[in-house]
Every structure is written in C-alpha cells, then in structure tokens.
DNA sequence: GACCAGGCACATC
DNA sequence: GATGTGCATGGT
C-alpha cells in the first residue's frame, strides 16, 4: 500500500497503523500493573526518560507508597526520596500528592468513582489540577480510566511532522485534531495507536541516521521529507 | 562534557 | 497570546 499527499488523512492515518502494528503487533499498553501506577507512572515520565521513571516506580513500590492511601499519608520528602531517579523530584513529588489530595478530597481516595465522571468533564478537572497538562491528562484517562482520549506526545509531534502530517509547530490540540478528526472514539484504538507510536520512535527515531532503514514508516516518508532526523 | 528524554507552571513582555 | 526559564536524574 502507498501513501500520498493527495490520500485523505483518515487513510494515511488507517496506513500508518497498518504499518506499526504489522511491525510491532498488539502493545496492550501502558506497562503498568494497576490504575495508579498509571498515573503515577504517567506524572514521573513528564520529560524524562522511561527507563528512570521505572527505577522510581520500583522505589515506591518497595516503599509501600504505590497505593492512593499510602501516599496520601506520605511526607513529601519522603516521596521524591523514593523518585528521585525520575528526575524534578521536588516538583514531581508535590505533583503526585496533589493528585492523592484531590482524590481523597472529593472522591474519598476511589479511583472507581473519580472515573465515573464523563470523560470530558474528568479531562477539565484533571487539567485543573497544578502538574497535570494535556498529556498527563490524556494519559491518564485513555490508559487508566479506559475512555477514548487521543495522546500526544513528542513521539508523536516528531514522527508526524518529519513526515509532513503537521507543522513542526503544532500545538498539542491541533495535532490532536488530526487524530480525533478522523479515527473513531474507541478506546482500544486509541490506546494501542498511541502505544506504536511511542515503541516506532524508540525504535528508530533516535537513530542518527537521515533514513531508518528498518522503520515500518519509512516507506511513507514524502518525497519533500528531509528524512527520520 | 554536551545533549536528550513520552511536560508543566509561572514570569514577563 | 507568545516566548523564556526552572525543575534534575541517568543514558549515550
């Protein structure tokens, strides 16, 4: 199959997976073993490498601390102890017990009924709460409450604009677009789309090479393309 | 030793 | 509204 500009973005897109998902088969994201360590997991790889939010999780998690109630009660300090490979501890520490606050709050510390709010209602209180931007938000919603909220992130920015789907000046609800636009609300789509981009990147993207000759994508690179870089 | 990694908030203009 | 800056560790 080929792509073209004059293909319609609804069939680049539908290829584009085609491609990933053929090369990578189902991610059956995110790499977490509960709904907190989604979120948790989702605040602590803001601008950080994966690899060092996983050090930190363990950390918690040996710490008693990857339960709401146990790191509710936490001191601060004690948090980004145990985050501090994860980098920004500080910040990253008060952001993750403003979401516990807010969860115990007003949702008496229960994930269940936080997640009951519709999904656009859910997107605004979480985008409301200080640390928790489109991305998190998003995240936390498609992979921890299981409603069909498109995420975008650097992954996905660069893969898409070195291949001339948007500008490489995008903003986040403009690339988001692009998605929402033209694939169905489906949470399982969502989720594993968003999953092949992130494991197509780490793959090949960081390559130094103009072309990745492995890259399931490579094929559809335009012909105006500078290349993967 | 520089550069990068699945952002976000805040100050300033 | 757009742009700049602080936050910080660990891998390449």
């Known amino acids: ?58 950390e918690l998690k040996a710490a008693g601390l990857l339960r709401p109630e146990a790191m509710h009660r936490a001191g601060l300090a004690h948090i980004a102890r145990c985050i501090r490979s994860a980098g920004y501890f500080n910040v990253k520490a008060r952001r993750l017990k403003n979401f516990t606050d807010y969860l115990f709050e007003r949702h008496g510390g229960s994930l269940d009924r936080l997640f009951k709010t519709d999904g656009a209602t859910l997107r605004s209180t979480l985008l409301g709460l200080n640390g928790i ?8 919603i498609l992979y921890a409450a299981g409603k069909p909220e498109f995420v975008i992130d650097a992954y996905t920015k660069r893969i898409f604009s070195r291949h001339g789907l948007i500008s490489e000046a995008a903003g986040y ?19 594993e789309y968003h999953a092949l981009i992130v494991v197509t990147a780490k793959e090949f993207c960081k390559s130094r090479k103009p072309v990745c000759e492995a890259c399931p994508l490579k094929a559809y690179l335009g012909k105006g393309a500078k290349g993967c870089l």
């Open 133 to 140: 931007g489109p991305e998190t938000a998003d995240s936390i």
């Open 1 to 58: 199959m080929s792509v073209s500009n004059r293909d319609t973005p609804i069939n680049v897109l539908t290829t584009y997976y085609d491609a990933m998902f053929a090369a990578f088969g189902p991610q059956g994201w995110w790499p977490a073993r509960t709904r907190f360590e989604v979120i948790v997991g989702a605040i602590l790889t803001q601008n950080t490498a994966w690899t060092n939010v996983e050090a930190a999780i363990k």
């Open 173 to 191: 609800d403009e690339v988001k677009a692009l998605f929402t636009g033209c694939l169905p609300p489906d949470a399982a789509l969502f989720n």
